[in-house]
């Protein structure tokens, strides 16, 4: 589950909205425009478990490897991890799949816990200076990481649709994938993260489910959207 969390400061407080989602459910466009609406900083709490992922592959150790993934994850820095998630080599089906099972590791996710709690508290824009809020996306942002949240959104979608939309857009970098070998990857990876034992992926129990399979990009935005001004956040 994907997971945005926006956060607004009013009178001081700084309010929390939580956005969870399925792998390829519409997040990272909802969290882009978001992100473009409210003028928050951004962090893709995902991109920290590929970070890790890709970090591991690169010095040819496996992701199940977990004193190594825990070495790693302990020794990124934030600069770096900003920068990172920027890196289109980590967007890969293959660091993607690395990172799953990075992310199951207790170790790996207590070392990214503190970072992520940290960037969501204290939101700062790229030039340093102090953000008005701050949008995440992971996969237990609201339910673990910030589970004070006042308003959480849970992105979901078809495995079908998914695969779907993941097989297009690695098309269009020209890349020949396979329709069935991604759908197989999709629901591997939904068995994966929701019947792990730390953190699996899951709605929490007062999130706002929102089915994406029929919507467009700008349909899931401003349903998000409505949602977010009708609890007066």
Known sequence: MILFIIFLRKEGKIMIIAIDGTSASGKGTLAQKLKDYFGFAYLDT????RAVAKRML????????AAMAQKVASSLKA????????????????????ASKVSVIPEVRKALFDFQRR?????????????????????DIGTVVCPEAEIKLFLMASPEIRAKRREKELQEKGICVI???I?????????RDS???????????????????????????????????????
């Open 179 to 181: 329709y069935e070998q």
């Open 195 to 233: 019947k792990r034992a730390v953190a699996p992926l899951k709605p929490a129990d007062d999130a706002f489910v929102l089915d994406t399979s029929s919507l467009t990009a700008d349909e899931v935005f401003t349903t998000a959207l409505n949602y977010i001004k009708s609890k007066e956040v």
């Open 58 to 65: 690169d010095a040819g150790f496996s992701p199940d490897d």
């Open 79 to 98: 600069g770096e991890m900003l920068c990172l998630q920027r890196d289109p080599s980590i967007r890969t089906e293959v660091c993607g799949q690395a």
């Open 119 to 139: 960037f969501a508290f204290s939101p700062q824009n790229p030039d340093g200076t102090p953000a008005k809020g701050a949008i995440l996306d992971g996969r």
């Open 183 to 191: 759908l197989k990857e999709v629901k591997e990876r939904d068995e």
């Open 46 to 49: 995902g991109a920290l478990y």
